[in-house]
Structure formats: structure tokens, C-alpha cells
């Protein structure tokens, strides 16, 4: 007797005017983990809830998730104080001297962003909220259908995500987590961490490994 098999999911894709515009994004997510960010984004989606970033830099990935939203009509929040994360700062790696404001002297990512998001037509999709993540995370109040994890890449910072934000995380919600490195010699190892502690909770199962995105998804409650 055959058994009958379920057909494998089509992967989804951004319309290509979105992909466009992510690729020519400054940011620093690559082609391949950008297609499985807004794979999960469209899977977290049907649940009907929120979409939360916590990292949005100059938009690159909040594109992504804006379409998946727009075509499931929910909202993308995403949080960032928009002045960079330690290995942005001048005489650093990942410094950018055109996201630098000269009012101030300090980097401010949020004109980039707001370009980014207007230009492709997804403003309407997303609320941007001007913030350190914890003090944001400690007055939200609603359920979550995704959480992506890409701000600062310290243990505080991670750490501080993580637990701020995994709580709100709907049951079969998404936790996303950017620049997973199990090899010290690839880099940071925050992320990794907090991968390695959502999986020991029991409440987390891994759906997608692709290159340093983790997908994980909610089973059960807990951290
Ligand atoms: C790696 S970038 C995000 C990249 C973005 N997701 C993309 O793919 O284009 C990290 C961002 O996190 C922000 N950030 C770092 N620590 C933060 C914190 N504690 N609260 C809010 N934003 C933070 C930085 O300002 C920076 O814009």
C-alpha cells in the first residue's frame, strides 16, 4: 500500500521589487538568509499577530518582513535606538561614516531607515520604535508571532533580548535569531548562546539552519 505524502511547503518569496530594494539596503545580511527571514516572516504571519525586530539599522531586514506582513495584514514592530551597535562606533569594523549625524557626532540610523522603508513602499507595514530594547520589551504588553533577534551582538544585549522579548512569543511563534556562530573563529558568540539556552528550555524546537539565521519555533512555555 503507498502512503500518501504531504506536498513539501513552496518556499515563499518577496515580491521582487522588495528583494531589489533589500539588496541595494545598506545592511549586512546576505541574499540567502534574508530568503529565509521573510520565509519565516510568512509563516509567523498566519498567526495573525505582530512581527518584532529588534535591530532595524537602516531597514535592510524590516523590508522583508514588511512585505510577509503586508500580504498577511499584520504589523512589523521594530526597535532600535538607531545609534549602532558597539562594532559600528568610529574606528570600528562595521562603521559607516555616511549614517553619522552631524548635529550630535553620533551615528544615526533612523533618516537611512525611514528612506529605506518609504522608497519601497512598506511604511504603511511596519511602526518604528526609537528605543533601547529592554526599556521597550519591559512596557510591551502583547503577543508576538515572530521575534528576530539581530541588536546588539554583547552577552548584555543578547541576553537582555532574549529575555525580554522570548516571554511575549505566541505558542507556534517564530524566534529568529541573526549571526548564530558556533566557531569562535566566525565570530561573536552572544547569539549562539541564547540559541544554545532556547533550545535547553524545551520550549523552543529548530525548524531552519541558513548560514548564521536560526529559526526556531515555540512548543511549549518558558525561556
Ligand atoms: C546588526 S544591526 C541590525 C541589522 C539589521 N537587522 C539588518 O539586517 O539590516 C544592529 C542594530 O541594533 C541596534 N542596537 C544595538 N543594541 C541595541 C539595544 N540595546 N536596543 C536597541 N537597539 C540596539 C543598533 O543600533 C543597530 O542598528
Known amino acids: 500500500m503507498t502512503q500518501a505524502r504531504r506536498a513539501p511547503e513552496p518556499v515563499a518569496q518577496p515580491g521582487p521589487a522588495t528583494f531589489a530594494a533589500f539588496e541595494a539596503a545598506k545592511g549586512f545580511m546576505p541574499a540567502d538568509e534574508g530568503l529565509a527571514l521573510y520565509g519565516a ?3 509567523a504571519a498566519r498567526l495573525g499577530l505582530p512581527l518584532l525586530e529588534v535591530g532595524t539599522y537602516c531597514g535592510r531586514s524590516t523590508l522583508l518582513l514588511a512585505d ?3 500580504a498577511a495584514d499584520v504589523t512589523v514592530i521594530t526597535v532600535d535606538h538607531h545609534r549602532g551597535s558597539e562594532e559600528q562606533q568610529p574606528g570600528w569594523e562595521y562603521h559607516d561614516p555616511d549614517v553619522v549625524d552631524p548635529h550630535s557626532g553620533l551615528m544615526d540610523t533612523l533618516p537611512a531607515f525611514r528612506r529605506t522603508l ?7 507595514h511596519v511602526v518604528a520604535v526609537v528605543g533601547r530594547s529592554p526599556r521597550v520589551a519591559a512596557v510591551w504588553g502583547g503577543e508576538l508571532g515572530m521575534v528576530f533577534v539581530d541588536g546588539g551582538h554583547t552577552d548584555e544585549h543578547a541576553t537582555a533580548d532574549y529575555e525580554g522579548w522570548a516571554p511575549h512569543l505566541a505558542q507556534d511563534g517564530l524566534l529568529v535569531i541573526h549571526d548564530v556562530f558556533p566557531d ?4 561573536g ?3 549562539y548562546r541564547i540559541y544554545c539556552r532556547a533550545l535547553g528550555s524545551g520550549a523552543f524546537e529548530e525548524i531552519s539552519v541558513t548560514g548564521s539565521l536560526r529559526v526556531l519555533q515555540r512548543t511549549g512555555p518558558g525561556i
Open 184 to 187: 569562535p573563529a566566525d565570530g
Open 41 to 43: 516572516a510568512v509563516r
Open 68 to 70: 510577509a506582513a503586508r
Open 189 to 191: 558568540r552572544a547569539p
Open 118 to 124: 518609504h522608497d519601497a513602499g512598506l511604511e504603511e
